[in-house]
């Protein structure tokens, strides 16, 4: 089965400043790889996902992300965040018949003034 | 209404009470999911339901019932709970489960506290 892992627990950063969100997934087929995003005291909302193309996925609120094949990577990255972008951010992985969708653990995602 | 959504937000109940959480889908999806997510752990997949048929039971205690009428209405059913069983419970549906490709779509959650 397919698994996710992320790499940081908590990612502080200022205002303005670029930021990268790390994940790591592992699967012996073709995988799905998305973000979320929870704000609190809401569900989780889809940032952007990559099926197959381009590596380089654009995805809403300015975040993209990037699918690294030989690393089995896919990380975010926003190039200048707002205080607004504070929340819990997810990755998941999903495979053609091998199951339901598999979570990260999240990343806290902290913008300072 | 949009989207997906649950009832009720919040939800405070003692350890002998019986409740129920209902999710409600007006995507038009064929699959229906309960997640449970609690403080600093990862979400843990409770439920899966695909055409009104319970795919997946993650070895949930029998305190959590799930039950599914039709393709648009989940229901989670509580009883005897324990304090640990506080958490936010969320709902989420999608188009297919078995070609991978869907998102899922998440509601707001029922925030639940066990006394």
């Known amino acids: 089965a397919q698994s996710v892992t992320q790499l940081d627990s908590q990612v502080p950063v200022f205002e303005e400043a670029p930021v990268e969100l790390r994940c790591n997934y592992s699967?012996?087929?073709?995988?799905?790889l998305f973000w979320y995003v929870q704000y609190p005291n809401q569900g989780l909302q889809l940032l952007l996902k990559?099926?197959?193309?381009?590596?380089l996925v654009k995805g809403i609120n300015g975040f993209e992300a990037e699918f690294n094949k030989s690393q089995t990577s896919f990380h975010l990255r926003k190039p200048s965040v707002h205080i607004s972008d504070t929340a819990e951010y997810f990755c998941a992985v999903s495979a053609p018949l091998r199951g339901d969708m598999r979570f990260g653990a999240g990343t806290r995602l902290t913008v300072k003034p | 209404e949009t989207g997906v959504t649950q009832t009720p937000r919040h939800l405070v109940m003692g350890m002998t009470n019986k409740k129920s959480l209902k999710c409600e889908q007006h995507l038009g999806h064929n699959a229906m999911y309960w997640y449970k997510q609690s403080a600093k752990k990862p979400l843990e997949l409770m439920f899966v339901y695909s055409l009104e048929e319970r795919v997946e039971n993650n070895s949930v205690p029998s305190r959590f019932s799930p039950e599914c009428p039709n393709s648009s209405h989940l229901f989670l059913h509580l009883h005897t709970l324990q304090p640990e069983d506080s958490a936010l419970y969320l709902c989420?549906?999608?188009?297919?489960?078995?070609?991978?490709?869907?998102?899922?779509?998440f509601g707001p959650g029922t925030r639940l506290t066990v006394t």
């Open positions: 699967s012996s087929v073709s995988v799905y």
């Open positions: 989420a549906s999608s188009q297919d489960r078995l070609r991978g490709f869907y998102e899922q779509y």
């Open positions: 990559y099926l197959s193309g381009s590596t």
